[in-house]
């Protein structure tokens, strides 16, 4: 990146009258070209340059925040290229991502189809049922609240929520 003005295929002249003159290289030959178009080919330029000089650079880890991030050690935790060979990151021995799911992910894969077989279960109850256990199990009512509200005797309601939970026992062992 040192010589990029060397390098370039686009230069500005200054001219005695203070103007300037704006030339670009095609095949080897300098055609003389308008600011617009110069700026424009010039910005294309710098931004391939630059573009270029990042993807062979060094790159460090960095954390949600952009600061970059130390090992134990103290030392930033660099990235390989962007550009780089499969066998230059086996040669520098880089731990590569397992394709099989973690312990973690196996548990909360498991928990959602669980919450989803359990959402599955509930819709199959008829409307008030399923009033019923929301109130109680997902809003946190009592018992005695939900009687209230409903105009009922508290045990009526425990016996309809023993009676709900069976039924969505069976559901569940039926798969839904």
């Known amino acids: 990146m040192k010589n990029w003005k060397k390098d370039r295929n686009f230069r500005k002249y200054k001219n005695d009258d203070g103007s300037y003159t704006y030339v670009i290289s095609v095949d080897g030959e300098n055609v003389e ?5 110069y700026a424009a080919y010039a910005e294309g330029g710098y ?3 630059n573009m270029e000089f990042a993807i062979k650079c060094d790159r460090y880890l960095q954390d949600a925040n952009g600061k970059a991030v130390k090992d134990e050690y103290g030392n930033y935790i660099m990235l390989p290229e962007r550009e780089v060979s499969l066998e230059k990151l086996v040669e520098e021995d880089w731990d590569f991502p397992s394709s099989t799911l973690s312990p973690e992910d196996t548990l909360i894969a498991a928990e959602y189809s669980e919450v989803g077989e359990l959402r599955r279960c509930l819709s199959l109850l008829v409307e008030d049922e399923q009033a019923l256990i929301k109130s109680l199990f997902f809003e946190g009512m009592t018992e005695s ?3 209230a509200v409903i105009g009922i005797k508290q ?3 425990n016996k309809r929520k023993k009676r709900i939970i069976k039924n969505l026992k069976s559901f569940w062992g039926e798969g839904c």
């Open 145 to 147: 609240v939900y009687a």
């Open 33 to 37: 070209v308008s600011a617009e178009i």
């Open 47 to 49: 931004k391939m340059e």
């Open 155 to 157: 045990q009526n309601v």
